[in-house]
């Protein structure tokens, strides 16, 4: 098979007259009957690297999804173009079941899209077994690994394929894989040799900020109206806050829905074609949204509540932009909400997976807090080096700015010694700002010495000094006791032997925006 029939078939099924980068290198290789791993980001076109074989080699490829929602549009998708392809998953009765596998055995078949649970179940293997496969494609590979984001217990049989068909190359293509969930999927899959094939996944267009969790709805409001009828989406941790969100901006007069798996099937169809149609400007969603959605106009991503990790916060951010042009994006961060992540994740039933999930969640926490630009480190984490600064990140355009910070320091620290480190951040900065609260009044903490004593900084620095200082190992958060705040042996040189401290200035995101109306 070479390539200029390749070239033909994306010309004659999906219009296209140029290959993107890697993708005929990928197609060259299965073509020599080659494994491949293949990374690229979402709307990279890793499609196309199994949809070209599957039209001209003979025989079928089997399509391996999890994606049991988005199979049926796909699928229609490649017959509008005259692909000939067909669906197996639970959703599907037995009559149809046995009309698609007849045409499969016939070869009547391009593609055969399946799900995990129906690749693994019972005597899948043996109906695989009465057709000709020339390729499976296994889709959002990363399922297959405890390291990957979104892991899936069926996909790790999936090593069985290359026990039962050693002759059939097999293409496992995801979006997001650091390099230890890479090195499982080769594993699991029992790829031989394959070629690696790793995309670029800068998506400069893409600009990145952080901004602390308080006030967000105030925030998002203000962000909104910079944004006038672009297409958004806010992804919330909770169907609750989904709700919320949507029914305050709903109130403003904007067009906003919330979206989550908690609606029907037809109610979250219609949200869809809404946005995509440009009916509704936002959505404010759980992580349900968005999986397969191709909407190329996305102008912007909020994130109200931190991703578990960086694989779901590239893949959201993602998102925007996706036609090049400029789009923004914004992540609040607060510590309620590495707390909140850390309880769902240690609730979890599988320990090991637990212990995974908390060192994602830490890189996540890494990110958010981070004093260089976003964009190395997110790439970083991707395997991937950038030369230079972005310049399009928020410390790229606000760089930090060092002071001295032992005064602040030594407020903080010894209102943790006086509280006699019982009380977690938020509870800290009320009574150094000396907040009249009247839990505080309960607890006498209004009669400590420091109380009030940090009356001069917002609550806003307060809580960028103090993750600072976590940072920096001079406090520790009690996560197995209510996140309090703990001295630590660092905190004693400050406290007692005069230690200077050097703190970042925070600079307040109003700050910020008056910079950027000067500019
Ligand atoms: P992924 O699966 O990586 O998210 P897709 O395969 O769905 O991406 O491709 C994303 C979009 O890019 C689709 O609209 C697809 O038709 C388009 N596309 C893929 N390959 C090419 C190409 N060579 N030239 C132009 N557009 C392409
Ligand atoms: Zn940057």
Request: aromatic share 8%.
């Amino acid at each position: 098979m070479n390539l200029d029939k390749a070239k033909q078939a994306l010309k004659r099924y999906f219009g296209y007259d140029q290959f993107r980068p890697l993708q005929a290198e990928i197609i060259r290789a299965i073509f020599a009957g080659k494994d491949a791993l293949v990374l690229m980001p979402t709307g990279g076109g890793k499609s196309v690297c199994f949809q070209i074989p599957a039209v001209t080699m003979p025989g079928t490829c089997v399509v391996v999804s999890p994606l049991i929602s988005l199979m049926k549009d796909q699928v229609e998708g490649l017959r509008a173009n005259g692909i000939q392809a067909a669906f197996l998953n639970s959703a599907i009765d037995s009559r149809e079941q046995l009309k698609v596998e007849e045409s499969f055995y016939a070869g009547a078949l391009n593609l055969l899209y399946v799900s995990p649970e129906k690749l693994v179940s019972g005597n899948f293997v043996s109906i695989l077994k009465r057709g000709k496969i020339n390729l499976f494609a296994i889709d959002e590979a990363h399922c297959i690994s405890a390291w990957g984001h979104d892991f899936r217990p069926e996909y790790t049989q999936m090593g069985m394929l290359k026990q039962h068909f050693p002759q059939v190359p097999v293409i496992a293509l995801t979006a997001t894989a650091d390099k230890l969930t890479r090195k499982d999927i080769v594993d699991q899959l029992k790829l031989e040799e394959p070629g690696i094939f790793i995309a670029s996944f800068d998506r400069p267009n893409l600009s990145l900020e952080v901004r602390p969790g308080q006030q967000r709805l105030g925030q998002i409001q203000e962000f909104v109206q910079k944004h006038p009828k672009q297409a958004g989406i806010i992804y919330c941790l909770s169907r609750k806050t989904a709700e919320d969100v949507a029914a305050k901006l709903a109130q403003q007069g904007l067009k906003a829905e919330a979206y989550h798996a908690g609606l029907s099937p037809d109610r979250r169809s219609k949200i869809q074609d809404n946005f995509i149609n440009d009916n509704i400007h936002i959505i404010c969603a759980t992580v349900a949204f968005g999986m397969g959605i191709d909407k190329s106009n996305v102008r912007w991503v909020i994130h109200y509540n931190l991703p578990k990790n960086l694989e779901g916060y590239y893949q959201e951010i993602g998102r925007a932009g996706r036609d090049g042009a400029k789009a923004d994006t914004l992540l609040f961060y607060s510590f309620a909400d590495v707390s909140m992540l850390r309880d769902i994740i240690q609730n979890g039933e599988n320990a090991a997976q637990n212990e995974i999930q908390l060192v994602k969640l830490e890189r996540m926490q890494q990110y958010a807090e981070s004093l260089a630009c976003r964009r190395r480190i997110l790439l970083a984490y991707f395997s991937e080096n950038l030369s230079k600064n972005c310049g399009n990140c928020d410390i790229c355009r606000n760089p930090p700015q060092y002071i001295d910070g032992t005064q602040i320091a030594q407020k903080a620290l010894s209102a943790v010694y006086r509280v006699n480190e019982q009380v977690p951040m938020g509870m800290l900065i009320d009574v150094l700002r000396g907040s009249g609260r009247k839990e505080i009044r309960q607890l006498g903490y209004d009669t400590i010495k420091t109380y009030g004593a940090g009356r001069d900084l917002s609550q806003w620095d307060w809580q960028q000094y103090l993750m600072q200082l976590v940072n920096l190992g001079y406090l520790e958060i009690a996560y197995d006791a209510n996140s309090v705040l703990r001295l630590t042996a660092a905190s004693h040189e400050v406290l007692f032997k005069s230690r200077t401290v050097q703190l970042v200035k925070p600079s307040s995101y109003k700050e910020r925006q008056e910079e950027e109306k000067a500019a």
